[in-house]
């Protein structure tokens, strides 16, 4: 407690110059709570229960450091990414003079991120047509877009015809995520038809190639010699089915084979193995 007769010393704060006359928060709490929400991926919400502000002041902060980030030149980047970014719900209004609806707001995005560098995400716009896609080109400068020597997409032939008017010197290349999935799609398609055409039924848990199922959807480099060697080897015994299988695994394998470990074989160091029991069956 405090005597009685004496009063506390007031605590006094050197006034900044940046901020105004009669402002209630000074320009470095509002910097702090903006930058809690940009650097350190605090909520806004969050953000202002620590700091006991109100859910728009911080908002508003946030904006105002936003700005020197989606200002700024973009960095150069030499393997551009595009892909779409599925975010909330579409919204619709319904036209007054004709009752018809149309689409005010999509529930995809496009994004533009650095695919090889550390510039992250470049630019994202609404929609994931390549009208969408081209108009996010077409904010950025004509050097930064001949600096762009590669563009990794998903199969996607929107894209494709995007880049082809928006980026005509760019080669097109496509991750190794959508190449992979879709060789494992081919490799079950493959599985059951040989299946269904050779047994005359569905695959069965007793069935050889029905208990390598998910073996056959890994590369070799994800697969020990002992587990290589026994999926190889019964499925090599099995006949037609097996060579049909494992005939398209290795197809499928090709298609990821620039994500294959240097120095790794097909049979690795069980090769010697898988020789002589093909020697013992052709006996």
């Not at 402002?23 to 969050?46: C, E």
């Not at 079950?188 to 190639?209: F, M, N, Q, Y």
């Not at 029905?210 to 015994?237: C, H, I, P, V, Y």
Request: charged share 25%; proline share 5%.
């Amino acid at each position: 407690m405090v005597p009685r007769g004496r009063l506390p010393s007031p605590v006094l704060h050197r006034a900044d110059p940046a901020d105004p006359a009669g402002a209630r928060l000074t320009a470095r709490l509002r910097g702090a709570a903006g930058h809690r929400i940009r650097d350190a991926g605090s909520t806004v919400i969050q953000a202002a229960r620590d700091l006991h502000l109100s859910w728009p002041t911080v908002m508003e902060a946030f904006r105002t450091q936003a700005r020197d980030v989606t200002e700024a030149p973009l960095p150069q980047v030499a393997v551009l990414g595009i892909d779409e970014t599925r975010r909330g719900r579409p919204r619709w209004e319904q036209d007054a003079d004709t009752d018809k609806w149309r689409l005010t707001r999509d529930r995809w995005h496009t994004g533009f991120v650095d695919a090889l560098g550390h510039g992250g995400l470049l630019g994202q716009v609404e929609g994931r047509t390549a009208a969408d896609a081209l108009a996010l080109l077409a904010t950025t400068d004509l050097d930064w877009r001949k600096g762009i020597g590669h563009i990794a997409i998903d199969m996607s032939a929107t894209y494709r015809a995007a880049i082809r008017i928006g980026l005509p010197d760019a080669t097109v290349v496509v991750d190794h995520f959508h190449v992979v999935q879709l060789a494992n799609k081919m490799l079950s398609i493959v599985r059951r038809r040989t299946t269904a055409e050779t047994r005359g039924r569905r695959g069965r848990a007793s069935d050889p190639e029905w208990k390598a199922r998910r073996r056959l959807l890994l590369g070799r480099e994800d697969l020990t010699d002992d587990q290589f060697s026994t999926m190889w080897n019964t499925l090599l015994g099995e006949g037609k089915i097996g060579r049909t299988l494992l005939t398209a695994w290795t197809c499928s394998r090709n298609e990821a084979a620039s994500r294959r470990p240097p120095g790794v074989s097909w049979c690795g160091a069980c090769s010697a193995s898988h020789a002589g029991a093909g020697a013992e069956r052709k006996k």
